[in-house]
């Protein structure tokens, strides 16, 4: 009797975590130059805990939302590296990470080899 009630109750399915920025790359012309982007992230998310959405090497949170679920926000990005973005629960543990790639169209100028002229 015992065994056949444990069988008949719903089993618990642990909710898969969703983190997505789009796009997932920014492209500048030169080598250097800031590149801007509107990043849209995207998220669900277990429902029991507060979060925060972070970048990695910014003090303040970009947005906090109470309770998880489904959800998402616009960030106006300008860098000239790579930026790293976390969604980080109350306590600070890092629930998920995504990175934004910086890249060029065009690596760095050519120079002369010598820099300096006779004339």
């Known amino acids: 009797?015992?065994?056949?009630?444990a069988l008949s109750a719903p089993?618990?399915?642990?909710?898969e975590l969703v983190f997505e920025l789009k796009p997932a790359r920014c492209i500048a012309l030169h080598a250097g130059q800031s590149c801007y982007q509107t990043i849209v992230f995207r998220w669900d998310l277990p429902a029991q805990h507060n979060y925060c959405l972070v970048e990695e090497s910014v003090e303040k949170p970009l947005h906090c939302w109470l309770g998880g679920g489904r959800g998402g926000y616009r960030h106006a990005f300008a860098a000239d590296k790579?930026?790293?973005?976390?969604?980080?629960?109350?306590?600070?543990?890092?629930?998920?990470?995504?990175?934004?790639e910086v890249s060029w169209v065009y690596r760095?100028?050519?120079?002369n080899?010598?820099?300096w002229r006779l004339f």
């Open 1 to 5: 009797m015992i065994l056949g009630a």
């Open 11 to 15: 089993f618990a399915v642990a909710q």
């Open 82 to 100: 790579n930026a790293v973005f976390q969604v980080l629960r109350e306590d600070g543990r890092i629930i998920a990470e995504r990175t934004m």
């Open 108 to 111: 760095s100028r050519r120079k």
């Open 113 to 115: 080899k010598s820099s």
